[in-house]
Every structure is written in structure tokens, then in C-alpha cells.
């Protein structure tokens, strides 16, 4: 089996794996809180916003190197598994560049790397609604998934997918049972492959990727 095969099989199963566990969790709660006769509230937030990328390598003389920060684009589904608590997935996509940072000149664009973040965990939330559904309810979120990134330089494309782990929180504005606005800001921490997306053996390090985003919110 080739190596490109493999990278494909792995980014494949990935995202299927985070789907299967949502909706397993899903088949399990959704009965329970039937049985009690509340049902579900699923929740689904388009948003947009900022991404800034931490440095993947520190080089020698104040060099560095990362992505460009960017627009990010995606959108979050969340299903109350108690007042307090949610099941959340999570798919944003962002366009930006590998970067070499350099003293006193700034950076360099080396090549194009399309973004793709896709992960999965639990929002605790504070809610203080009135009895018309409006509101404001902090909320923190915890989860995992994965990082998937395209490089391209002039006619060669690779692909790497790396592990990420993510924690944030944020604050939803409810203007009425149904719709509210989001404010949120998220942190994606892992390592990006240096050897699997480009062929280059350097040593990188765990870096913290920050999402600032807002986005309105659709309740069902």
C-alpha cells in the first residue's frame, strides 16, 4: 500500500470516527430525556472569524516558522444532554499560508496551506434565560479532534493530519427561544508534521492555534 494511501485512509476515518461517537451519544440520551418527557434541543451555529496560528519551529537567530493568520469559516452543532451540559461537533475551514518568520524583514510566504479542523466534546453552560427564552449564558468547552492541512507549493500538493486536542468558552446572547448570537474564542493545541507534509525532518513543537469567531444560532 502506498504512503499517500494510507495518509487518505487515516483522514477518512478520522472525521467518520467523530460522527459515529456523536450520534452513539446521541441514540443513548435522546430515549432518556423522551422518557421524561423534555425533549431534545439541538442547536446549530454558523460562524466567521480570526484564526492566529502559533509558531511550529523556532529556528536559529530569531527565525520561525507557522501559518499566516486568517480567515476561518465553519459551523458547530450542539445537542443538550442536561440544562447544564451539551454534545458538541465541530467543522471550520481556514485558507492561509506557511510562513517563515525572519528578524527585522518580517516573514516570507513559502507556500499555500488550506486548513481544516474538525473535532468533538462537551459545553458546560450557565443559563440565565427569561421566561421568553432571552438571555445571556456563559459557557466553557473542552474536546478533540483533528487538524488536517494542504500544502501546496507551485504544482505539488501534500496533506497532512495531526491529532489536536481544544478547550475555549464564550458567551451566548439568546434574543429568543430560537435565535441568539455567539461570541467565542477557542483554542486548537497540537503539532503540525513537518515530514509528512513536506519532506523536511524538523523538529516541531506544540503550538496553540486561537479561533475568534461569532456566529448566530439556530435552536431546534
Known amino acids: 500500500m502506498s504512503r499517500s494511501n494510507v495518509i487518505s485512509r487515516r483522514e477518512a476515518v478520522a472525521p467518520v470516527a467523530i460522527l459515529s461517537l456523536l450520534a452513539l451519544a446521541a441514540l443513548v440520551i435522546v430515549p432518556s430525556r423522551a422518557h421524561a418527557q423534555k425533549p431534545a434541543v439541538a442547536r446549530l451555529t454558523p460562524y466567521v472569524g480570526y484564526m492566529a496560528f502559533g509558531d511550529y519551529v523556532d529556528g536559529p537567530i530569531g527565525t520561525r516558522v507557522s501559518n499566516a493568520n486568517s480567515a476561518i469559516y465553519g459551523v458547530t452543532a450542539g ?5 447544564n451540559v451539551s454534545l458538541v461537533g465541530n467543522l471550520g475551514y481556514t485558507d492561509s499560508n506557511v510562513r517563515v518568520g525572519l528578524p527585522i524583514i518580517g516573514g516570507v510566504n513559502i507556500a499555500d496551506s488550506k486548513v481544516l ?5 462537551l459545553q458546560f453552560r450557565l443559563p440565565s434565560t427569561s421566561s421568553l427564552g432571552t438571555g ?13 492541512y494542504e500544502v501546496r507549493t507551485g504544482p505539488l500538493t501534500t496533506n497532512a493530519t495531526n491529532f489536536a486536542g481544544n478547550f475555549g468558552g464564550g458567551i451566548d446572547l439568546q434574543l429568543n427561544r430560537s435565535i441568539g448570537i455567539r461570541g467565542a474564542v ?3 493545541v497540537g503539532k503540525f508534521d513537518f515530514k509528512e507534509a513536506t519532506s523536511f525532518d524538523l523538529n516541531s513543537r506544540v503550538s496553540h492555534n ?3 469567531t461569532v456566529g448566530l444560532t439556530l435552536g431546534f
Open 136 to 148: 445571556i449564558s456563559p459557557f466553557v468547552e473542552v474536546g478533540a479532534g483533528a487538524i488536517r
Open 210 to 212: 486561537v479561533a475568534f
Open 117 to 121: 479542523l474538525y473535532d468533538g466534546g
Open 79 to 83: 445537542l443538550d444532554l442536561t440544562r
Open 186 to 188: 477557542k483554542d486548537y
